[in-house]
């Protein structure tokens, strides 16, 4: 019977103060005890509506009861069994919109903290299992993904659990996709990553670097080695708002900016990368990129940062906590606004960005109230640096080495919803090649469905 007294146990984290000063992790999760204690809230419910809204569907009832039971090696196993990436989900999941938005708990007060308990599980099994994963014996059959994001992962590591020997084609020099290169260290430590594509590794997936499919190798040559191609490659391409002044110096797209800052770790003193230690920042956009290139800019020594977004904070796309975390570390937030051109400061850099005061009409497409420029409200952000999150798009070189791959007008994969099957025979894909820039867990979803669509594949042919 679940306690109905406890509250929801909060997650310690670093004070704000000290962490827009560092790129440590800044949530420092649950103690043991906060997780028995957080675990008794579970009901339990026969008909697990979380789970029906978690896009793996990991038996959250089920993995929280071994908590319950100082299990915590069982339920890693039970998470296990559905996400091949459960620290990371742990972290950068937006439960609060999938799980536990069905949670029973959440009708009448907090739902139960899942993506905490799952990240809780997951560090006790890094800390603690010396056990080696279990690989399944082989089937003969080779699949070939390209991309090691979260999409590409989830393809590989399930398929190694059928028995296929799946390698996955990574075009830069280290595996993760986006969750090496656009998640900060402090959401995301990079060690969690490849500790769990170590893991998948022991599974007997295989991973080369520094492929660039489309140029070192297309998919139809890939066809000729593999009986199946798993498209993951991602969404890599930023977008701009074609304003006058986006060529200027000091203008950045956050995935340039995140890259330069995440992976190739311009953050450390030691760094030989290159990358601009702004004054003043504006960031451009209200996802959880944004927030991110926010957080980073303002850790890289920023006075100030502002996001720029032509909504109103309730419009806000990103994650509340990111928000929160934002607001905290002293971020500012220049809403209802949107830039209309950079300007120069003189010597070709960035002297500042002009925006227009917005307003909200009727919903759009979206379903977002659409934003509205107010006349003549025209007024200047002073930054000496603004980097732009707007979204991105699949980058080309698949589409065009490859024939007869449908993709959408703006470079989207076209492929089934269910299945990732794709306009080509054998060549199934997934994650944000297909949706564009969506979350992780989304990712996995659609890796885990093609997954299980190739493997009825091969047994069919």
Known sequence: MADMKIERQEMPVQDPQIRSGNFEEVAQGYTKEQALKEASRCLHCKNKPCVGSCPVAIDIPEFIQKITEEDFEGAYQIIQRSSSLPAVCGRVC????????????????????????????????????????????????????????????????????????GTVFEALHVAGGVLMYGIPEFRLPKTIVQREIETLKALGVKIETNMVIGRVMTVDELLEEFEAVFIGSGAGLPRFMNIPGEALNGVYSANEFLTRTNLMKAYRSDSQTPIQRARKVAVVGGGNVAMDAARCAKRLGAEEVSIVYRRSETELPARREEVEHAKEEGIQFCMLSNPVRILNDGQGFVGGIECIRMELGEPDASGRRRPVEKEGSEFVLDADCVIMAIGTSPNPLIKLTTDGLETQKWGGIVAEESTGQTSRQGVFAGGDAVTGAATVILAMGAGKAAAKAIDEYIQNK
Do not use: M
């Open 94 to 165: 937006p439960q609060e919109v999938q799980c536990e938005s069905r949670c029973v708990r959440g009708i009448k007060g907090e739902p139960v903290a899942i993506g905490r308990l799952e990240r809780f599980v997951a560090d006790w099994h890094n800390a603690n299992s010396k056990e080696t994963p279990q690989r399944v014996q082989g089937n003969g059959h080779r699949i070939a993904v390209i991309g090691s994001g979260p999409a590409g992962l989830s393809c590989a590591g399930d398929l190694a659990k059928k028995g296929y020997e």
